[in-house]
Every structure is written in C-alpha cells, then in structure tokens.
C-alpha cells in the first residue's frame, strides 16, 4: 500500500509539474494505463497518449493550479480542492475542483476524477 507522504508527494509533483508545462514531468506521476475522468461524466482519457493530448491542451489555455488546503490521504486515494486559471472562450476563468487520484501498488497514479462543474466556474 502506498503511504500518505507519497501521495502527498504525487499531488504535489502533479501541481508543480503542471504549472511548468513539463508534460514528461507530468504524465511521469500516472501509471502507462492510467484513466482520468476531467470531470466526471465525460469521456474518459485512457493511457500515456491520450493523457499527453489532454495536458497538452489545458496548457495551450494557460492553465495553472493553486492547491488550497491539504491533500486528503485514506487507504490507495489522495483527494484535495484546488483552483484553476485558465483562459476560456476568450475570459480568464477560475474553476473550483477537487479531484481525487488513485494509487496503484507502485505508487503511480492510476486513476484521477476531477469534481466541478458550471457553478464552480467564474470570472478570475
């Protein structure tokens, strides 16, 4: 089982990593097979490849990710609320998410479920 201190490690690498545009950095935190669901209720985006297109596209926009508060660590799960800024249809926007990642038993991320939707998102 992976420990809290890895996962918060992860989540942190995941930030980092996704405010500097590093996509190797990046899709370095998620399993070869991994899933996100972003948010939930769309098509999901399975694997290295498809993880790449969908990253590559939230920094196309400009997004960048503020945690606020601590990450949440039980059993294989870490969840933790965070803000995004991005530039969307031309506005600055601020999306309010949590997400919650999934560990396998290497430590990886196998599966991440961001949580918002039209009433978590406004002006920046």
Known sequence: ??????MVAAVEAYVRNYNRS???????VFAEDAVIE???GTPPHAGQAALREFFAIGFSAGARLTLNGPVRCTADHAAFALHVNLEWDGRATRIDVIDVFTFDALGKVCG????????NMGAA
């Open 1 to 6: 089982m992976v420990d809290a201190d890895h």
């Open 112 to 119: 991440m479920k961001a949580y918002f939707g039209p009433a």
């Open 38 to 40: 972003d948010p939930v």
């Open 22 to 28: 590093d996509l190797d950095g990046l899709c370095a």
